[in-house]
């Protein structure tokens, strides 16, 4: 049999040795969490628990279907464990395999990793209601924990990995759990940090010493005194394995020697700061104190919605799993226009979409485009992603910058070329011109009120639909100046820097804020719209 050297890192090593019953890994992308970390300790409790089961739990079908399983079973392959020979994902083994029989049987192989030592995993996602429920499991695997919901964990995952100690009562790794992930920047998703108070450093040290210790009696002749202490000092570090708590916080840049220098100067340049320092340095984020959108809360207007039916019955084929479009959202009608408003600029123009859900403004996805890109291209985006809709209608909200303006565009207005890019792609468009823009305290005003719920439709945002738009919104500063309180937008028209990327400053804002005025002024009803280039009265 060929052997295949496997390139370990510092900290996946640390890891790896300490081997801790509980583990929370913070580490940087491409750090190599899927590689070093999360498929080598499924792979251990695989095999020093036969037989078992243990849960993989994501905060959606989706992230488990197209970053989580992906990921894993690559690195799987590198360490030689193939698909269908080694393991089965999604069906029950066939008898021709030989596998064996896990201690307790799944009811149903539609969401189960099947090895052949009889070991299975759940795919537990969090957005299909009691998924955790009647699993009695062993350990849990906790991948991009930023986005897990404690909550659920605590109150259905968590139960479920306790209790039936069956033949691994001695394991010290019954009933184990590792989450791992980047940096979180929310309040919500922090809820794992904690686990740092949780460690005893002490008790890791032990464990470091204990490791070495083996390690160095191993290497000695072997004699009697020898083989004892190696006992004596294995049981040991058993007990301190089973009650341990690991906790890490590791950047990219201790993954230098396989990524090279470049990639870190790359991320440098092309990342926002923010998340560069938390997704590569994994630095914990300070908070911006006063912004334009104060109201705006993670835990009420964000939300995610994947279509797990689309999902469920793509048969584990990841390559469609990661063709992008509308048939993986839950939130778009697709018999309904959608919504649209647009921010331009010479170097940077964005489309947010959005459509009205009873008494909620839900913003769908936005686009951007740079450089070279312009709207037409823009335009194309969003006809690609929404390729599935039925009907091909869109309402297009759009103030007084969008006429007779030229200067992202050739010789038409932003208005024109918009209007005929989507006829180009067969898409109808119902204009409705909202006249000029609002001044800023008063879009402040009518927006915030919105987030809090007091007036208008409420902003909903579809979180992994919108991550630029997201940060965007939360970073928004304002000042006073000539015209009184105002947007801070300062920064619009200074040249990108590697620390400063165009997506992440204010022009997106603006977009958004055009849609929610749009959207709480003019509502529209299939077949019902405000002519083209009509305006209303708007009540302020």
Same mark, same amino acid.
């Given at each position: 049999?060929?052997?295949?050297?496997?390139?370990?890192?510092?900290?996946?090593?640390?890891?790896?040795?300490?081997?801790?019953?509980?583990?929370?890994?913070?580490?940087?992308?491409? $750090?190599?969490?899927?590689?070093?970390?999360?498929?080598?300790?499924?792979?251990?409790?695989?095999?020093?628990?036969?037989?078992?089961?243990?849960?993989?739990?994501?905060?959606?079908?989706? &992230?488990?279907?197209?970053?989580?399983?992906?990921?894993?079973?690559?690195?799987?392959?590198?360490?030689?464990?193939?698909?269908?020979?080694?393991?089965?994902?999604?069906?029950?083994?066939?008898?021709?395999? #030989?596998?064996?029989?896990?201690?307790?049987?799944?009811?149903?192989?539609?969401?189960?990793?099947?090895?052949?030592?009889?070991?299975?995993?759940?795919?537990?996602?969090? +957005?299909?209601?009691?998924?955790?429920?009647?699993?009695?499991?062993?350990?849990?695997?906790?991948?991009?924990?930023?986005?897990?919901?404690?909550?659920?964990?605590?109150?259905?995952?968590?139960?479920?990995?306790?209790?039936?100690?069956?033949? @691994?009562?001695?394991?010290?790794?019954?009933?184990?759990?590792?989450?791992?992930?980047?940096?979180?920047?929310?309040?919500?998703?922090?809820?794992?940090?904690?686990?740092?108070?949780?460690?005893?450093?002490?008790?890791?040290?032990?464990?470091? @010493? $204990?490791?070495?210790?083996?390690?160095?009696?191993?290497?000695?002749?072997?004699?009697?005194?020898?083989?004892?202490?190696?006992?004596?000092?294995?049981?040991?570090?058993?007990?301190?394995?089973?009650?341990?708590?690991?906790?890490?916080?590791?950047?990219?840049?201790?993954?230098?020697?396989?990524?090279? /220098?470049?990639?870190?100067?790359?991320?440098? *340049?092309?990342?926002?700061?923010?998340?560069?320092?938390?997704?590569?340095?994994?630095?914990?984020?300070?908070?911006?104190? +006063?912004?334009?959108?104060?109201?705006?809360?993670?835990?009420?207007?964000?939300?995610?919605?994947?279509?797990?039916?689309?999902?469920?019955?793509?048969?584990?084929?990841?390559?469609?799993?990661?063709?992008?479009?509308?048939?993986?959202?839950?939130?778009?009608?697709?018999? *309904?226009?959608?919504?649209?408003?647009?921010?331009?600029?010479?170097?940077?123009? @964005?489309?947010?979409?959005?459509? &009205?859900?009873?008494?909620?403004?839900?913003?769908?996805?936005?686009f951007f485009v740079k450089y070279q890109r312009k709207l037409r291209e823009l335009v194309d985006d969003f006809c690609n992603y929404y390729r599935h809709h039925h009907t091909r209608e869109v309402v297009y909200y759009y103030d007084n910058t969008a006429l007779g303006s030229n200067y992202a565009v050739s010789d038409e207005d932003f208005a024109s070329?918009?209007?005929? &890019?989507?006829?180009?792609?067969?898409?109808?468009?119902?204009?409705?011109?909202?006249?000029?823009?609002? /001044?800023?305290?008063?879009?402040?005003?009518?927006?915030?009120? #919105?987030?809090?719920?007091? /007036?208008?439709?409420?902003?909903?945002?579809?979180?992994?639909?919108?991550?630029?738009?997201?940060?965007?919104?939360?970073?928004?500063?304002? /000042?006073?100046?000539?015209?009184?309180?105002?947007?801070?937008?300062?920064?619009?028209?200074?040249?990108?820097?590697?620390?400063?990327? $165009?997506?992440?400053?204010?022009?997106?804002?603006?977009?958004?804020?055009?849609?929610?005025?749009?959207?709480?002024?003019?509502?529209?009803?299939?077949?019902?719209?405000?002519?083209?280039?009509?305006?209303?009265?708007?009540?302020?």
């Amino acid at each position: 049999m060929t052997r295949k050297k496997i390139y370990f890192n510092n900290p996946q090593l640390e890891f790896r040795y300490i081997a801790a019953h509980t583990s929370v890994f913070v580490g940087g992308r491409r $750090l190599g969490k899927s590689h070093g970390l999360n498929a080598p300790w499924m792979l251990r409790n695989v095999q020093h628990m036969p037989r078992s089961g243990g849960g993989i739990v994501g905060a959606t079908f989706q &992230q488990l279907l197209t970053r989580t399983i992906p990921g894993t079973l690559k690195a799987f392959e590198d360490m030689g464990y193939k698909r269908n020979l080694h393991y089965y994902i999604g069906r029950k083994p066939p008898k021709a395999a #030989g596998f064996k029989e896990p201690v307790i049987q799944p009811v149903s192989y539609d969401h189960v990793m099947s090895w052949y030592n009889g070991s299975v995993q759940f795919l537990i996602s969090q +957005d299909i209601p009691g998924s955790s429920n009647s699993l009695t499991l062993q350990y849990i695997l906790g991948d991009e924990a930023k986005f897990l919901d404690f909550e659920k964990l605590k109150d259905e995952t968590f139960p479920a990995n306790g209790g039936f100690k069956g033949p @691994w009562k001695n394991s010290p790794w019954l009933n184990s759990m590792l989450f791992t992930s980047d940096m979180p920047t929310t309040k919500k998703g922090s809820w794992f940090l904690s686990y740092q108070d949780k460690m005893d450093p002490d008790l890791i040290e032990a464990i470091k @010493w $204990l490791v070495k210790e083996i390690y160095r009696l191993k290497q000695l002749p072997a004699t009697t005194y020898t083989q004892r202490m190696i006992r004596e000092y294995s049981i040991r570090l058993a007990q301190f394995r089973s009650v341990a708590v690991y906790y890490r916080e590791a950047s990219t840049i201790e993954n230098v020697a396989l990524l090279g /220098k470049k990639y870190i100067a790359q991320m440098k *340049r092309d990342l926002p700061p923010l998340v560069f320092a938390t997704s590569i340095m994994c630095i914990r984020p300070g908070k911006l104190k +006063d912004g334009f959108y104060p109201a705006l809360r993670d835990s009420v207007h964000f939300y995610k919605a994947y279509d797990n039916s689309y999902l469920l019955n793509l048969d584990y084929d990841f390559d469609k799993a990661s063709e992008q479009s509308c048939l993986q959202d839950a939130d778009v009608d697709l018999y *309904r226009p959608i919504c649209i408003a647009f921010d331009y600029n010479a170097n940077i123009n @964005w489309l947010v979409a959005g459509q &009205q859900s009873g008494i909620k403004a839900l913003v769908l996805k936005s686009f951007f485009v740079k450089y070279q890109r312009k709207l037409r291209e823009l335009v194309d985006d969003f006809c690609n992603y929404y390729r599935h809709h039925h009907t091909r209608e869109v309402v297009y909200y759009y103030d007084n910058t969008a006429l007779g303006s030229n200067y992202a565009v050739s010789d038409e207005d932003f208005a024109s070329v918009i209007c005929s &890019q989507f006829a180009l792609n067969g898409w109808t468009v119902h204009r409705v011109h909202i006249g000029n823009p609002l /001044k800023h305290h008063e879009k402040h005003i009518i927006i915030d009120q #919105g987030l809090k719920g007091q /007036k208008y439709l409420l902003p909903m945002i579809n979180e992994p639909n919108n991550e630029p738009l997201k940060l965007a919104l939360e970073h928004t500063g304002v /000042k006073v100046g000539a015209n009184g309180f105002q947007k801070d937008k300062s920064g619009e028209k200074l040249a990108e820097t590697e620390e400063d990327l $165009l997506e992440h400053r204010t022009d997106g804002t603006d977009a958004f804020d055009t849609l929610m005025i749009g959207m709480f002024f003019y509502p529209h009803a299939s077949g019902n719209y405000v002519s083209s280039g009509g305006s209303a009265a708007m009540p302020i």
